[in-house]
């Protein structure tokens, strides 16, 4: 990420946080397994100020990505991580702000040169979607593969779909596992939790407040949690037709900023970063407001979370 916005990023932290801000600052830069935020706005709604939800983390130059919102592959590059690095894709759920470039990542690393196995992990119908992007772009594949003597893309590709939590993949850097998580309608819906040997990750993905989001995430170095202001609410729905409809959608399938501090605490987790923020482009709510939110039950530091943020 450029270096002069990470700086700002943390002047603005110091301020806010205080203290605080100096241990993460310290953890960030020493740790081997690296997490890097590449969207962090909730909704699928292409905006100004923030990408749709995507998250990296890097081990060993080997790169798990965590859900494909609009722009997933860009926010890479613009993150430094080098497409061909991309070996496993874990999409939580089938909304199009987690899933519009699932197949555009896979499809677009291999046109900057990538030609090893991907696996691909997430509730159904995975399977058929990566099947119909590939019989929708074979035109293209083909011409690529004959005409640029690339690898043929389809076969790298292995799909594994999830229906229940648990253990979803141990390699030899990672342990990853999975609990359903509450998103209705939309199920199933997955958190992910991701251990290596320096430090352990959670991605809530889109969730009510979770006791098995708790469980999971129990005395987690850094979670990632979906929020929600709600004090902001009733302003964001006002610009659209569907006002209600989506009010209570958000508010049946989505945490409070204030819920997911007690997630947090709940969990033990060391860090808590709001993440998938909605509304994410309201002037009007601060990143004070979301700290303050979340910090009236978790005790631990709070991020905000930024496009390009490593933590
Ligand atoms: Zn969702």
Redesign the pocket.
């Known amino acids: 990420m450029p270096c002069i916005s990470r700086r700002a990023f943390f002047a603005g932290a110091v301020t806010l946080m205080g203290a605080l801000s100096r241990p993460y600052k310290i953890q960030a830069q020493t740790a081997k397994t690296r997490l890097i935020l590449l969207g962090t706005g909730g909704g699928p709604r292409p905006r100004k100020a923030s990408s749709a939800s995507a998250q990296v983390i890097i081990r060993n130059n080997t790169a798990y990505v965590i859900d494909c919102g609009n722009g997933v592959a860009r926010q890479l590059v613009l993150a430094d991580v080098p497409l061909p690095t991309l070996r496993h894709i874990f999409i939580?759920?089938d909304?199009s702000?987690?899933t519009a470039d699932y197949g555009n990542l896979i499809w677009l690393a291999w046109t900057a040169g990538m030609g090893t196995r991907v696996d691909t992990w997430g509730p159904p119908p995975l399977a058929k979607m990566t099947r119909l992007f590939f019989e929708m772009n074979a035109q293209d594949i083909n011409t690529r593969i004959a005409d640029e003597g690339r690898v043929p893309l389809v076969p790298l590709v292995h799909v594994h779909e999830l229906r229940e939590g648990g253990l979803v993949l141990r390699d030899d850097q990672i342990t990853v596992r999975a609990a359903l998580v509450d998103?209705p309608p939309?199920r199933p819906?997955f958190a992910y939790r991701f251990d290596a040997e320096d430090r352990s990750i959670v991605i809530s993905?889109?969730t009510a407040r979770s006791d098995h989001l708790v469980t999971l995430a129990e005395g987690a170095d850094v979670l990632v949690h979906s929020a929600v202001y709600l004090p902001a609410l009733d302003r964001l729905v006002a610009r659209v037709p569907n006002a209600a409809a989506l009010k209570r959608s958000i508010i049946a399938?989505q945490t409070s900023a204030e819920d997911a501090g007690r997630v947090a605490q709940a969990a033990g987790v060391k860090t808590l970063v709001l993440s998938h923020l909605v509304p994410a482009d309201d002037p009007g709510v601060t990143d004070q407001m979301w700290i303050d939110a979340a910090r009236i039950h978790f005790r631990g530091p709070v991020i905000v979370g930024k496009d390009l943020l490593e933590v």
């Open positions: 939580t759920h909304h702000d987690h998103h939309v819906a993905g889109d399938g």
